[in-house]
């Protein structure tokens, strides 16, 4: 069976991402931080459709965490095909004359960062083995729009954004790099605060939110796309970017 990692698959889009990745024959490791029980309850679920899940926490702040979570991965499923970062923070809104130094680093640390250490991470190991990989990034709109007082958020999607689209430079034709970008989209099934404030309906031109399903039929695509494909990204936002 093929593997896939998903980096923060525990919960929201990543838990998603997950189960639909089991619908289509994946073994997955996952790795979360606070959500062990949700992640423990993948397990059942993956294993109806015949697969394997390995879970290992992880906080995606630590460089050290990050190499033990993937040490363990592959010591317990193999070589994944694809690599999806999925893990990511929305930090309130707040002016930028209050951001301090080490909120701005902290955001960095768990949006940006991750991407580049876990695909440093894969491409060293499919150039020892021989053999092709597959990176996918969940970024967002807020990557290439700006939106008032989200500079941390705005800031550090924007560097994920142009971290990925380097890496697909530089790290052909190893890997193919791709972006998923959400615009506004429901989970009923896991709601937060920032769920509450999406955008009116009415203003996306395919006249309803997105679904978590809508965002896992553009990450399966890049999964089996052609592997020629690489530095673009599917914007998951019915539309919305074209009212901008």
Not at 199 to 215: L, N
Request: proline share 5%.
């Amino acid at each position: 069976m093929p593997v896939a990692f998903v980096i923060g698959g525990a919960r929201r889009l990543g838990r998603s991402i997950t189960q639909r990745l089991a619908s289509h024959g994946y073994d997955v490791g996952i790795t979360y931080n606070t959500s062990g029980d949700l992640a423990a309850s993948l397990k059942s679920e993956v294993e109806l459709h015949g697969c394997r899940l390995t879970h290992v926490q992880c906080d995606v702040r630590s460089e050290q965490q990050l190499k033990h979570a993937w040490t363990q991965l592959t010591a317990n499923l193999g070589l994944p095909a694809v690599v999806i970062v999925a893990a990511g923070v929305f930090p309130d809104p707040q002016h930028p004359g209050t951001i301090s130094s080490e909120q701005f680093i902290d955001t960095m640390r768990i949006n940006t960062l991750p991407l580049i250490l876990l695909t440093g991470m894969y491409t060293t190991v499919c150039d020892e083995a021989k053999t092709t990989g597959r990176v996918i990034s969940l970024g967002s709109l807020g990557a290439t729009e700006i939106w008032k007082d989200r500079l941390l958020y705005n800031a550090s999607k924007a560097a994920a954004r142009t971290s990925a689209l380097s890496l697909a430079r530089s790290l052909a034709p190893t890997l193919s790099v791709n972006i998923v970008a959400p615009g506004a989209i429901s989970q009923p099934h896991d709601m937060t605060d920032a769920d509450k404030r999406l955008i009116p309906a009415e203003r996306i031109p395919m006249q309803r939110h997105g679904s978590d399903q809508d965002v896992c039929d553009a990450v399966m695509f890049f999964t089996s796309a052609p592997h020629y494909i690489t530095g673009q990204t599917i914007y998951v936002d019915g539309g919305y970017g074209l009212t901008r």
